[in-house]
């Protein structure tokens, strides 16, 4: 396995993959282990600031491309299109990870004119009709020109550890449910050698993370689930911030714990915090992680937060 930088946004990552091969004559398995060969390239796009630094995945085969996700805004998504598109390979897939908008509005773009399976729990496209309105509503504004205004649905759907195999790379959904920055996620495991796996927004890394969907509770109960499934994962891609190892689950718990803590104490028990108390959310999470960008997310999730604790008092 080979891993190296290209400059800009891209990263690549060279791996194999095909049938385990269980016969007497396979003596080392890095090299005999594998009865083809398949050389597999993985690119990572990283959006702008604008576009919350989302990542989006170009999983390259040698037979053609699948993806994972699609970017928030209508540049970022038109640039994955153009690193697809430089590929010139078929797009054979879109996997989605979950249903907020830095994760499938750019499918629109990315699928125009194309035939393509779009991939997804049922959860996950659920929770995209019943929220796609409201998001238009509250971001459209916002963003304007750059706001992706139709969203492209998933027309495949899998359950719980069902798999799907696209030009001979087999594909695990894992099915977590509300907890992850979202009330559906899925985490996507490839099963190659090694395996990698791409969790969505279920950890963020060097960046502040999006709390403002509940659900804390779960997400912290999501992050030991996942560390089972991942157990043998060399590489997880995430949906924002830099690819990792299985360390990336304990910094985002420790995250998660902090902010919890500090809205705890500024909360009082209420289910919302006052702004001067926001204000001392922040000032306290900036001090924790004094470099990540994202510092809106601070304030933003707080009252779903404090609402989640006093519920549980
Ligand atoms: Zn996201």
Redesign the pocket.
Known sequence: MRTCKNKGKESTLLLRAGKRCHSSHCKERKEMSFHTDQPITIHTYTSGEQG?F?NAYLIETPGGVVTVDGTLTRSDSRAFRSLYETLEKPLLAVLVTHA?P??VAGITELVQGKDVPIVALASVKRLMEQTEQAKHAQWGPVYQDEWIRTWTYPNRLLKDRETITFDGITYRAYDLGPGG?CDANAIWIAETDPKVAFVG?LIFHGMHS?VADDHLLGWLANLERARIFLQDVETIYL??GEHGSLELLDAQRDYLLTYCAAVKELAQGEAKLTEAAKQALVTRMQQYAPEAPLTFMIALGADAVAAELARRK
């Open positions: 919350l989302v907020h830095d994760h920055d927004d999006y949906g924002h």
